[in-house]
């Protein structure tokens, strides 16, 4: 049961650094704009966390 948020953890602390690391490294060394996509990435897990909340069917006892 607590494997899969331990695993999405795990995954999301290896991904958001390696994205900035990429960027940046893509960008000639410019850290600004690897920190600026670092801002990015937690902003883009929010907006998704809340359309899936709002894609939700309402569980039956609680419409009560």
Known sequence: MFALPAMAGDLGGAFGPSLVGNITQYADNDLRK????????????LLS???????QKP???QSQ
Do not use: D, E, R, S
């Open 34 to 45: 690897g920190m600026l996509v670092g801002c990015i990435f937690p902003l883009v897990l």
């Open 49 to 55: 966390l809340l359309v899936l909340k709002g894609l």
């Open 59 to 61: 569980h039956p006892a």
